[in-house]
C-alpha cells in the first residue's frame, strides 16, 4: 500500500491465490490516480509473489483502460483473452 498524507492512496493484494500462483487486485483512490501510484503497488506485489516462488498474474477487463496501462507500463505479457458468464 502507499499512503499519502494519511490518506491510503493505493493497494495491491492477491485478489486470488493459492500454493502455485497469485491474480492481483489494484486499486487506487481517485484523488490519488494518474501518479504511478498503481504501478508501484502492483510492481511490489509482484516481486514478492515472485520471491515467494509463485508466479503472478495481472488481469482486467478490456474498457479498463487504466489498468491496461499499468500492465503495458511494468512491461506485461498478454497471453490469453478469457470470457466470464453469469
Known amino acids: 500500500a502507499i499512503v499519502v498524507g494519511g490518506e491510503l492512496a493505493a493497494t495491491c493484494v492477491s485478489a486470488r491465490e493459492n500454493a502455485y500462483c497469485a491474480e492481483a487486485g489494484v486499486q487506487t483512490a481517485p484523488a490519488f490516480r494518474r501518479r504511478g501510484f498503481g504501478r508501484q503497488v502492483t510492481a511490489s506485489w509482484g516481486s514478492a509473489i515472485a520471491k515467494s516462488g509463485r508466479v503472478a498474474f495481472y488481469s ?24 466470464g458468464y453469469l
Do not use: M, P
Open 60 to 83: 482486467h477487463a478490456q474498457t479498463n483502460v487504466a489498468s491496461r496501462g499499468i500492465a503495458v507500463s511494468l512491461g506485461l505479457s498478454w497471453f490469453l483473452d478469457a470470457a
